[in-house]
């Protein structure tokens, strides 16, 4: 029977039958080529040589810092610190070349090392410390961060341009960080598969006691895994700065949950024991093809959240019942395994017929193909300010019969550069960015201008390439009059404190320094403290909640947006516009009506709706070959209760 079965496999069925065993071995690579199918079909611009190349770049990072976690969930660890570990390298690299004239070379040495050292007090934690994996790199994470923010005093650094070069591409087509994830996964499966110690993590997954009894070094063996999984990470964290040719204490903020789950969609157990590079490829892939395919497919920033979060579920569903169909028939009787693999292929196709539906539904681009095409990047939509610009934009877009899509970086300055990188791929008449960083967004603006498609700025402007406008308020400006406003409220004296927005924004840079210059005509005004609450309104509330228990003789506040002068608002109670004035930034629509109920002295407004209403205006002209000023003031207004009733905004 045996001989017969395998002859079965031969001849004309051969090639189709290892077919089927490929795929029923995969469960990750059938659900890959069942969403590069579903998007090819939906997206005409989704299975071209740039586009595909464009998906290796974005896979690149995930990939990297994934293959140094598969050594840690193979070895039934977790490691939550990937992120901050690639930040922090990249910042030391670029902290030590460019501000303190270490020799490139020695610079990277000290970045590289960084991450093998926060990788080893993981493990020393871990093996020595016995704290669980999951509290020893939650507080790296936090370490990593904070020393990323201390390092470079919540800055960007530029990155050296030596360095820089391997977020470039060879021969005109062959992008760098592909070659990068390329060698660092052929390491990783040397690694695991040709090691001693590739082989203590799979005996350590297995079954940690019986390793030990065999004469495992256990500790050791798990200081050496930790740090594997820090070096891989500071080789991401350098090509990630790379990419954006600077090193940002911000980066790679949320990278872990995207290394994991590229761990897990590529057939890894979290219980230890299994797990392989390939796999840990294919699941990186997966989630750069789902995002790039939404991109494309315009659908909304907040739908893509739901889409991509459905399909690792069933991705890994796939995995499971692929395991099963795999296992002995016994419990099912002769027809069990065939069974089993009949219900892997109809999972298989109830997931093609839910992503292609899905993706259909949500699907709101492929208009007339007579209607200009733009793309609108925006830092985040996790703020009212920059929802009331995509309204303006999406307003006039609607009235030019301009087709618009918006993507949500979500402040990560690296997700905008797919984005930016994804609609200059789709070949789009014009591209709106909001940058997340001025400077990181450089790279993926002149590789626009290179495409010959027009870019407008919105808001914040873009360091080191040319853009056709920017259309904008002028921060700094209106810091100094919110400084201004909140001084004379006070009669020139007083004690206040700031909160400050996002440590590494252009925008919290800029109205910090009109705080400050603007409080320099007024000597009386005492600072008592100046904290920073990412521009989040829960963020404001606890952080004013804390300085007023320092300082509760305050007399007034200046936030860097409505949204944090809001939670300050909460924090004060009773004395919000009593004993306690507040200024806010933006004028969104809370803020108004703050100010209005007279809560809230003043926002020093920049009617957000206007700025997308003319970013849509000077883009529509720039592909039409019109004349575009090079600059578009909005310009800003101190809004209080005695003028919000006739504020348009």
């Known amino acids: 029977m045996a001989t017969d079965t395998l002859k079965s496999t031969t001849g004309a069925g051969g090639a189709t039958g290892g077919l089927r065993r490929l795929l029923l071995d995969n469960g990750a690579l059938t659900a890959l080529i069942v969403l590069v199918i579903a998007l090819s079909a939906l997206s005409g611009d989704f299975l071209t040589t740039d586009n595909l190349l464009n998906i290796g770049v974005q896979a690149a990072v995930t990939a990297v ?22 930040a922090l390298s990249a910042t030391v690299l670029a902290w030590s070349a460019t501000q303190h004239g270490v020799p490139v070379a020695l610079a990277v040495v000290l970045g590289l090392g960084t991450g093998v050292v926060a990788g080893l007090v993981n493990g020393f934690l871990i093996a020595y410390g016995k704290l669980p994996p999951f509290i020893a790199t939650l507080a790296m994470l936090s370490v990593g961060r904070g020393l990323a923010l201390v390092i470079s005093q919540g800055s960007p650094i530029a990155f050296p341009a030596s360095v820089s070069h391997l977020g470039d591409t060879l021969g ?48 050791q063996q798990k200081l050496a895994i930790y740090a594997l999984s820090g070096l891989f990470a500071a080789v991401a964290g350098v090509v990630l700065a790379s990419r954006l040719s600077s090193a940002q204490p911000q980066a790679a903020d949320g990278y872990e949950l995207d290394a994991i789950a590229a761990v897990v969609i590529g057939g890894a157990s979290l219980a230890g024991g299994t797990g392989k590079a ?12 789902l995002r790039n395919g939404l991109n494309l497919l315009s659908v909304s920033a907040f739908w893509q959240q739901v889409v991509i979060g459905v399909v690792i579920a069933l991705a890994v569903l796939l995995d499971t019942v692929r395991r099963k169909a795999g296992a002995s028939p016994v419990a099912g009787g002769p027809g069990g395994g065939k069974g089993r693999q009949a219900a892997t292929y109809a999972l298989a196709v109830v997931v093609t017929v839910a992503i292609v539906g899905a993706t259909s539904f949500l699907h709101t681009g492929s208009s007339d193909a007579r209607n200009p095409r733009m793309g609108l990047s925006l830092s985040t939509l996790n703020n009212p300010f920059f929802v009331q610009i995509r309204a303006g934009a999406q307003a006039e877009a609607k009235k030019l019969g301009v087709d618009l899509t918006v993507t949500d ?6 997700q905008q550069a797919n984005q930016l990188q994804n609609f200059t791929s789709s070949g789009l ?38 853009v056709n406008a920017l259309v904008a308020s002028d921060n700094v400006a209106g810091g100094e009059l919110a400084a201004r406003t909140i001084a004379e409220k006070l009669g020139g004296k007083g004690k206040i404190v700031i909160l400050q927005g996002q440590a590494g924004t252009s925008a919290a840079r800029e109205r910090a320094a009109g705080f400050a210059q603007g409080l320099k005509a007024y000597p009386g005004i005492q600072v008592l403290a100046q904290q920073p609450a990412d521009f989040d309104r829960t963020k404001g509330l606890d952080v004013m909640s804390n300085l007023l228990q320092a300082h509760p003789d305050v007399q007034g506040v200046i936030a860097a947006n409505d949204e944090m002068a809001l939670g300050a608002v909460k924090a004060l109670g009773a004395k919000a516009g009593k004993s306690v004035q507040v200024v806010g930034f933006d004028g969104t629509p809370d803020g108004l009506t703050a100010v209005r109920n007279g809560t809230l002295y003043a926002s020093v407004a920049q009617q957000p709706s206007q700025l997308g209403r003319i970013a849509v205006d000077n883009a529509l002209k720039a592909v039409q070959g019109k004349k575009v000023e090079p600059t578009v003031k909005v310009p800003v207004k101190v809004v209080t209760k005695d003028n919000v009733a006739g504020f348009s905004g």
Do not use: C, H
Request: aromatic share 4%; net charge neutral.
């Open 278 to 289: 390939s796999g840990t490829l294919i699941g990186a892939l997966i989630l750069a093809v």
């Open 429 to 466: 008449g014009a591209i709106i960015v909001n940058p997340v960083d001025s400077d990181a967004a450089g790279n993926s603006v002149k590789a626009a201008d290179k495409a010959g498609i027009p870019v407008v700025a919105v808001d914040r402007g873009v360091n080191k390439a040319d």
């Open 65 to 86: 810092l994934a293959f140094g976690v598969t050594f840690v969930i193979v070895s039934a660890g977790i490691d939550l610190s990937v992120g901050s570990v690639a």
């Open 409 to 414: 970086a979500q402040n990560d300055a690296s």
């Open 172 to 219: 005109g087509w062959l992008p760098v960080p592909v070659l990068v994830m390329v060698v660092m996964g052929l390491i990783a499966a040397l690694v695991l598969g040709r090691t001693y110690i590739g082989r203590s993590m799979y005996a350590i997954g297995g079954n940690e006691e019986a390793a030990r009894l065999s004469g495992l070094r256990v500790p």
